[in-house]
Protein backbone atom coordinates (compact mmCIF):
# COMPACT_ATOMS: atom_id res chain seq x y z
CA UNK A 1 0.00 0.00 0.00
CA UNK A 2 1.33 3.48 -1.03
CA UNK A 3 1.37 5.46 2.04
CA UNK A 4 3.89 8.01 0.60
CA UNK A 5 2.64 11.92 -0.33
CA UNK A 6 3.90 10.85 -3.74
CA UNK A 7 0.78 11.79 -6.64
CA UNK A 8 0.64 10.60 -10.19
CA UNK A 9 -1.05 12.43 -12.07
CA UNK A 10 -2.23 12.73 -15.64
CA UNK A 11 0.35 15.37 -16.62
CA UNK A 12 2.81 13.69 -15.27
CA UNK A 13 2.64 11.34 -18.35
CA UNK A 14 3.67 13.99 -20.83
CA UNK A 15 6.65 14.34 -18.76
CA UNK A 16 7.90 10.26 -19.91
CA UNK A 17 9.74 11.75 -22.60
CA UNK A 18 10.63 15.03 -22.18
CA UNK A 19 10.33 15.82 -18.34
CA UNK A 20 8.75 18.80 -19.21
CA UNK A 21 4.88 18.76 -19.61
CA UNK A 22 4.41 22.37 -20.06
CA UNK A 23 6.84 22.22 -23.22
CA UNK A 24 5.05 19.19 -24.92
CA UNK A 25 1.25 20.09 -24.82
CA UNK A 26 2.66 24.06 -25.92
CA UNK A 27 4.09 22.23 -29.35
CA UNK A 28 0.59 19.94 -29.07
CA UNK A 29 -1.65 23.88 -28.97
CA UNK A 30 0.98 25.02 -32.01
CA UNK A 31 0.70 22.03 -34.28
CA UNK A 32 -3.09 22.29 -33.44
CA UNK A 33 -3.57 25.65 -35.33
CA UNK A 34 -6.43 25.94 -32.78
CA UNK A 35 -5.26 29.50 -31.89
CA UNK A 36 -5.30 30.58 -35.38
CA UNK A 37 -8.58 32.35 -34.15
CA UNK A 38 -6.83 34.66 -31.70
CA UNK A 39 -5.55 37.53 -34.40
CA UNK A 40 -2.32 38.64 -34.04
CA UNK A 41 -1.35 37.02 -31.03
CA UNK A 42 -2.02 33.11 -31.45
CA UNK A 43 1.61 32.51 -31.38
CA UNK A 44 2.32 34.66 -28.14
CA UNK A 45 -0.59 33.28 -25.58
CA UNK A 46 0.81 29.42 -26.92
CA UNK A 47 2.82 28.90 -23.89
CA UNK A 48 0.29 30.62 -21.22
CA UNK A 49 -2.21 28.17 -22.53
CA UNK A 50 -0.10 24.97 -22.57
CA UNK A 51 0.65 26.48 -18.80
CA UNK A 52 -2.81 26.83 -17.92
CA UNK A 53 -3.36 23.21 -19.44
CA UNK A 54 -0.99 21.55 -17.52
CA UNK A 55 -2.76 23.09 -14.10
CA UNK A 56 -6.02 21.45 -15.69
CA UNK A 57 -4.58 18.08 -15.99
CA UNK A 58 -3.11 18.45 -12.43
CA UNK A 59 -5.68 15.69 -11.40
CA UNK A 60 -4.66 12.30 -9.69
CA UNK A 61 -4.68 9.53 -12.82
CA UNK A 62 -5.71 6.68 -10.53
CA UNK A 63 -9.25 8.67 -10.00
CA UNK A 64 -11.28 7.11 -12.79
CA UNK A 65 -10.48 3.56 -11.44
CA UNK A 66 -11.75 4.72 -8.16
CA UNK A 67 -15.58 5.89 -10.17
CA UNK A 68 -15.69 3.62 -12.13
CA UNK A 69 -15.44 0.68 -9.33
CA UNK A 70 -17.68 2.52 -7.26
CA UNK A 71 -20.44 1.36 -9.88
CA UNK A 72 -19.01 -2.43 -8.99
CA UNK A 73 -22.02 -4.16 -7.91
CA UNK A 74 -20.07 -6.56 -5.72
CA UNK A 75 -18.37 -3.98 -4.73
CA UNK A 76 -21.24 -2.07 -3.79
CA UNK A 77 -22.61 -4.95 -1.64
CA UNK A 78 -20.25 -5.50 0.15
CA UNK A 79 -19.94 -1.83 1.00
CA UNK A 80 -23.34 -1.45 1.44
CA UNK A 81 -22.95 -5.11 4.17
CA UNK A 82 -19.98 -3.66 6.47
CA UNK A 83 -20.80 0.25 6.25
CA UNK A 84 -22.79 0.12 9.90
CA UNK A 85 -19.78 -3.14 11.39
CA UNK A 86 -16.65 -2.65 12.65
CA UNK A 87 -16.51 -6.01 12.21
CA UNK A 88 -14.93 -8.86 9.59
CA UNK A 89 -13.94 -7.12 6.21
CA UNK A 90 -14.90 -8.50 3.22
CA UNK A 91 -13.05 -9.73 0.48
CA UNK A 92 -13.68 -8.95 -3.55
CA UNK A 93 -12.19 -10.44 -6.45
CA UNK A 94 -11.89 -8.83 -9.51
CA UNK A 95 -11.28 -10.55 -12.78
CA UNK A 96 -8.27 -8.48 -15.28
CA UNK A 97 -10.78 -5.52 -16.63
CA UNK A 98 -10.64 -2.76 -18.52
CA UNK A 99 -11.57 0.90 -17.87
CA UNK A 100 -11.75 4.09 -20.37
CA UNK A 101 -12.25 7.15 -19.34
CA UNK A 102 -13.38 10.14 -21.49
CA UNK A 103 -12.86 13.60 -20.71
CA UNK A 104 -13.22 17.50 -22.29
CA UNK A 105 -10.42 20.16 -20.06
CA UNK A 106 -11.23 23.17 -21.84
CA UNK A 107 -9.14 26.65 -21.48
CA UNK A 108 -10.33 30.10 -21.77
CA UNK A 109 -8.37 32.47 -23.88
CA UNK A 110 -8.88 36.43 -23.37
CA UNK A 111 -7.12 39.07 -25.09
CA UNK A 112 -7.66 42.39 -24.12
CA UNK A 113 -10.81 43.03 -24.16
CA UNK A 114 -12.11 40.67 -26.58
CA UNK A 115 -14.72 38.26 -25.50
CA UNK A 116 -12.77 35.23 -24.11
CA UNK A 117 -12.39 31.81 -26.17
CA UNK A 118 -12.16 28.61 -24.93
CA UNK A 119 -10.58 25.91 -26.52
CA UNK A 120 -11.76 22.44 -25.79
CA UNK A 121 -9.22 19.99 -26.01
CA UNK A 122 -9.93 15.56 -25.94
CA UNK A 123 -8.27 13.40 -23.82
CA UNK A 124 -9.34 9.60 -23.14
CA UNK A 125 -7.27 7.18 -20.44
CA UNK A 126 -7.39 3.53 -20.75
CA UNK A 127 -6.78 1.55 -18.21
CA UNK A 128 -6.02 -2.20 -18.22
CA UNK A 129 -5.95 -4.07 -14.89
CA UNK A 130 -4.63 -7.45 -13.68
CA UNK A 131 -6.99 -9.72 -11.26
CA UNK A 132 -7.11 -8.39 -8.21
CA UNK A 133 -8.23 -8.78 -4.52
CA UNK A 134 -10.07 -5.54 -2.85
CA UNK A 135 -10.60 -5.37 0.83
CA UNK A 136 -13.71 -3.42 2.23
CA UNK A 137 -14.30 -2.51 5.65
CA UNK A 138 -17.01 -0.26 7.08
CA UNK A 139 -17.99 0.53 3.89
CA UNK A 140 -14.72 2.00 2.63
CA UNK A 141 -11.94 -0.02 0.27
CA UNK A 142 -9.24 -0.10 2.90
CA UNK A 143 -7.09 -2.63 0.71
CA UNK A 144 -5.76 -3.79 -2.53
CA UNK A 145 -3.38 -6.91 -3.22
CA UNK A 146 -0.65 -5.97 -5.24
CA UNK A 147 -1.50 -5.79 -9.19
CA UNK A 148 -0.03 -4.05 -12.54
CA UNK A 149 -1.85 -1.10 -14.23
CA UNK A 150 -1.27 -0.63 -18.19
CA UNK A 151 -2.62 3.46 -18.48
CA UNK A 152 -2.68 4.21 -22.05
CA UNK A 153 -3.66 8.48 -22.43
CA UNK A 154 -4.54 9.78 -25.97
CA UNK A 155 -4.64 13.54 -26.05
CA UNK A 156 -5.71 16.60 -28.40
CA UNK A 157 -7.79 18.79 -30.18
CA UNK A 158 -8.57 19.92 -33.77
CA UNK A 159 -7.39 16.31 -35.02
CA UNK A 160 -3.81 16.59 -33.26
CA UNK A 161 -3.33 13.96 -31.17
CA UNK A 162 -0.42 12.08 -28.94
CA UNK A 163 -0.44 8.85 -27.39
CA UNK A 164 1.24 8.21 -24.30
CA UNK A 165 1.70 4.37 -22.56
CA UNK A 166 2.86 3.71 -19.12
CA UNK A 167 2.74 1.35 -16.55
CA UNK A 168 2.08 1.19 -12.69
CA UNK A 169 1.74 -1.02 -9.37
CA UNK A 170 -1.69 -0.24 -8.96
CA UNK A 171 -1.33 1.21 -4.89
CA UNK A 172 0.80 4.00 -6.56
CA UNK A 173 -2.51 5.15 -8.38
CA UNK A 174 -4.58 4.72 -5.67
CA UNK A 175 -3.26 5.55 -1.90
CA UNK A 176 -5.99 4.07 0.38
CA UNK A 177 -5.02 5.55 3.55
CA UNK A 178 -7.39 5.19 6.09
CA UNK A 179 -10.45 4.13 3.19
CA UNK A 180 -11.92 5.40 -0.08
CA UNK A 181 -15.97 5.73 0.33
CA UNK A 182 -17.35 3.14 -2.07
CA UNK A 183 -20.79 4.93 -1.59
CA UNK A 184 -22.57 8.37 -1.83
CA UNK A 185 -21.15 10.40 1.48
CA UNK A 186 -24.57 10.80 2.27
CA UNK A 187 -24.52 7.01 3.46
CA UNK A 188 -21.59 8.02 5.89
CA UNK A 189 -22.19 9.15 9.22
CA UNK A 190 -20.46 12.09 10.31
CA UNK A 191 -17.20 11.83 11.66
CA UNK A 192 -18.21 12.90 14.74
CA UNK A 193 -21.16 10.51 15.18
CA UNK A 194 -18.99 7.65 14.15
CA UNK A 195 -16.72 7.51 16.58
CA UNK A 196 -19.35 8.55 19.40
CA UNK A 197 -21.15 5.08 17.77
CA UNK A 198 -17.54 3.43 18.08
CA UNK A 199 -17.20 3.98 22.02
Known sequence: MNTSNHRVTIVSLFTEASHDASTELNNIVTRSGVLKAV???????SGPVAGALAKVLDEDLGAPILWAWRTHRDLKEAARATLASAGTPEHVSLASHKISSDHHPEVDVTVDAQSPMTIRFDLTLLYTLDALLLTVQRGRLVGLSP???SVTMTFGTHGINTTRSSKYALPE???VHSGLRLLPKSAYAPVGAESASRA
Open 173 to 175: LLT
Open 39 to 45: PRVGPLV
Open 147 to 149: AEC
